[in-house]
């Protein structure tokens, strides 16, 4: 079993930066890729960033130039770091990974537990 548990989530004024972390705990496993979703009350649950096992990385529209994903295979753990924020971004953060477990030979993905970000204007 895997767990993910993020952290960095706050208050901050527009403009203002915020870094999440997610580590990832357990044994025996592997990362397909990893990334980070938002929701905002209301709203449905949406991608921020993802990074694949091989470095290569996604980013929604909204949050590009603004939002670099980047992660540390030996640590097992994604950073988001993100920069001039706005009102619009304040949602509840999930941390989000697709994990091959070596024991089961077999491929899940997990939800970390939600950090929320708020952005005051």
């Known amino acids: 079993q895997v767990q993910l548990v993020e952290s960095g989530g706050g208050l901050v004024q527009t403009g203002g930066s915020l870094r999440l972390s997610c580590a990832a705990s357990?044994?025996?496993?592997?990362?397909?890729?990893m990334g980070w979703y938002r929701q905002a009350p209301t709203r449905q649950r949406e991608l921020v960033a993802a990074?694949?096992?091989?470095?290569?990385?996604n980013y929604a529209d909204s949050v590009k130039g603004r939002v670099t994903i980047s992660r540390d295979n030996a640590k097992n753990t994604v950073d988001l770091q993100m920069n001039s924020l706005k009102p619009e971004d304040t949602a509840v953060y999930f941390c989000n990974a697709r994990i091959f477990e070596y024991r089961s030979g077999i491929t899940r993905t997990y939800w970390g537990q939600g950090t929320q970000v708020t952005v005051s204007s």
């Open positions: 990074i694949t096992s091989g470095g290569r990385q």
């Open positions: 357990g044994s025996s496993f592997s990362f397909e890729y």
